[in-house]
């Protein structure tokens, strides 16, 4: 199994900046990738970013493209999420995710980033 923790959310005023990270424990040997999800009130959860574990490969959704930066730290086992120019609407939990290849995803507990205007 693998345990993820997030941090770093928080309250931010439009167009500032935060940075959430998340600590992966247990079988981290078998994570192939670390992604972020974020699920606003009212709304469905939603992709945000994924980095590969070994490459460091990216992707993102459009809406955060230019604003966010997934990065990773693989000796602490650590993904980080930058996100600047944060907007009111950027405001959700935001989640981690590993993938396993071969096997289930695991997701964190969530912390909350809101943005106000």
């Known amino acids: 199994q693998v345990q993820l923790v997030e941090s770093g959310g928080g309250l931010v005023q439009a167009g500032g900046s935060l940075r959430v990270s998340c600590a992966a424990s247990g079988r981290t040997f078998s994570v192939y990738a670390m992604g972020w999800f974020r699920q606003a009130p009212g709304k469905e959860r939603e992709f945000v970013a994924q980095i590969t574990w070994s490459g460091g490969s990216t992707n993102y959704a459009d809406f955060v493209k230019g604003r966010f930066t997934i990065s990773r730290h693989n000796a602490k086992n650590t993904v980080y999420l930058q996100m600047n120019s944060l907007k009111p609407e950027d405001t959700a939990v935001y989640y981690c995710?590993?993938?396993?290849?071969?096997?289930?995803?695991?997701w964190g507990q969530g912390t909350q980033v809101t943005v106000s205007s």
């Open positions: 995710r590993a993938v396993i290849a071969g096997s289930k995803n695991y």
